[in-house]
């Protein structure tokens, strides 16, 4: 049983990877749908799978959310989440949708059968703010932290805070903390210098990799 009990206007750093360390983005097309399926998965009101929704024009946009996506980094064989719980269980709902969406997807794309992650999904409260600070900084970067070789395969919401009017993720709670785009962009690539040259000290967060 889960020992975290999410609860609505709460943060958590929620993460998994591919079973037996394997890949569950192949190509970039994989890449696109699993962000898409971040996207997609997150409303009451799922009217039809992704690959019929791709097809409607000017549909409306998606509303009543079950969560908020603070950041994310979606890796070749892993990703990371940073989310705040807007609706009672709206987190485990969407986590499931999410991964089981892009299971079946998967599944039925390379005629396999199974489980593509490795058992529940994983979650840290994010405790205060100094936390979620440096987990946001973890998670845009992750794939830095990882010195992954294939970035084309990476999906990461470092982009939309550089640019943060692009953005579907909810970037105000990080970068309304700093002045400017460009001194949370020191803050967190500083961040991130200090996770890997100290990696005791930032263990809370390294241990999800």
Not at 7 to 32: C, L, M, S, T
Not at 33 to 52: A, D, H, K, P, V
Not at 93 to 122: A, C, M, V, W
Request: proline share 3%; charged share 30%; net charge positive.
């Amino acid at each position: 049983m889960r020992k975290i009990k999410f609860a609505p206007g709460e943060y958590y750093h929620i993460y998994n990877r591919g079973v037996d360390h394997r890949n569950i983005v192949k190509d970039k097309f994989d890449a696109d749908r699993l962000l898409q399926s971040l996207y997609e998965f997150n409303t009451e009101e799922i009217t039809g799978g992704i690959y019929e929704l791709s097809f409607k024009r000017n549909r409306p946009e998606i509303t009543n959310n079950l969560v908020d996506i603070i950041c994310y980094c979606l890796n070749p064989n892993h990703f990371h989440l940073l989310i705040k719980e807007i609706q009672e269980g709206g987190l485990s709902k969407y986590i499931h949708r999410f991964i089981g969406g892009y299971s079946k997807y998967f599944n039925k794309r390379y005629k396999r059968k199974g489980t593509l992650f490795e058992g529940p999904f994983k979650a840290k409260h994010i405790s205060d703010n100094d936390y979620l600070l440096h987990a946001s900084a973890y998670i845009n970067l992750n794939d830095q932290v990882h010195q992954l070789p294939n970035v084309s395969l990476v999906r990461s919401s470092w982009i939309e805070y550089m640019k943060p009017k692009t953005s579907f993720c909810k970037t105000d709670i990080i970068l309304s903390q700093f002045e400017t785009v460009k001194s949370y962009k020191k803050f967190a690539e500083d961040s991130l210098l200090l996770m890997l040259e100290k990696r005791s000290d930032y263990k809370d967060l390294l241990d999800t990799e």
